[in-house]
């Protein structure tokens, strides 16, 4: 909202100087500072917009699973990139584990949620299988031991228990929005007590977005524009999953509306 008087300033400014000097050199200046404004979506963050940890799988020696070309570190960067923007575009602050290809500990990327206090943490990876094994398609894991603990520590619960319990209806709705945007094979959503996702002090899931020792399904995962898909799923399930759980939820479901579901499948 800072930037309307500034800009209005700049017209003024603008204005004043067309009709000292001529318009010419004034109207490219116009369009260059309109050129640095800020993106909309940028513009939507405040302080009460939900944040969310997405994670990309492995980095730096940690390549994760290697076939048909495909190095599994790579490509869950290049996803998580994608769901960045599409959360981003639906006023959600993100914070990326890694942004570039860089180990960090399981621990180090679970403890971001906690630092910056992330109402739902997500991670990418991609899945593999042994050798003449043709699976496919993408499954959705979230840590049930933790979801127990947290409810035995806070017997009746005063909402930690019901706010760690949450990964599972977490976990089924990005599983469900996911396989929908990609038309992928659904294989559900399991419950395994990864450390990323049962350390994270939030609602977290880890998404394995399709089998790269499938021949058929690692032809898709290689077009962007699948890439593309699989992120929009991921990022629908994240944000339907804050708008029903958190207090927040109005922004987003504000933001969703101004956007008007454009944003095709
Ligand atoms: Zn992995």
């Known amino acids: 909202m800072k930037f309307y008087p500034f800009i209005t300033l700049s017209l003024r400014t603008v204005v004043a100087f067309s009709a000292l000097a001529g318009s010419a050199f004034s ?3 116009l369009e260059q500072r309109q050129a640095a404004a800020p993106l909309p979506s940028q513009r939507r963050w405040n302080e009460t917009s939900p944040l969310v940890v997405v994670d990309a799988g492995h980095g730096g020696h940690d390549g994760g699973a290697v076939a048909n070309g495909v ?3 790579n490509m869950s960067l290049d996803i998580a990139k994608r769901v960045m923007k599409e959360l981003e575009a639906a006023g959600v602050r993100v914070v990326m584990t890694r ?13 971001l949620a906690g630092e910056h206090g992330a109402d739902a943490f997500v991670s990418v990876h991609l899945n593999t299988e042994g050798e003449g094994n043709e699976a496919e398609g993408i499954e959705t894991y979230f840590a049930e031991s933790r979801a127990l603990s947290a409810r035995q520590l806070v ?3 005063d909402g930690r228990g019901q706010r760690a319990g949450g990964s599972a209806e977490f976990a089924s709705r990005v599983q469900r929005l996911v396989c929908d945007a990609t038309g992928a094979e659904n294989r559900g959503v399991k419950a395994r007590d990864y450390a990323v996702v049962a350390r994270a002090a939030c609602p977290a899931v880890l998404v394995e977005c399709g089998f790269i020792t499938s021949a058929s399904e690692v032809v898709r995962l290689k077009e962007a524009g699948y890439r593309d898909k699989v ?3 991921i990022a629908r399930g994240v944000v339907l999953f804050l708008q029903t759980q958190s207090a927040q939820a109005p922004v987003v479901a504000a933001v969703l509306k101004a956007d008007g579901g454009s944003r095709g499948r």
């Open 99 to 111: 942004s570039g290809d860089r180990f960090l500990s399981l621990d180090e990327r679970a403890a």
């Open 27 to 29: 109207l490219v200046w």
């Open 155 to 157: 017997p009746g619960g």
């Open 231 to 233: 992120a929009d799923g």
């Open 71 to 73: 190095i599994e570190k």
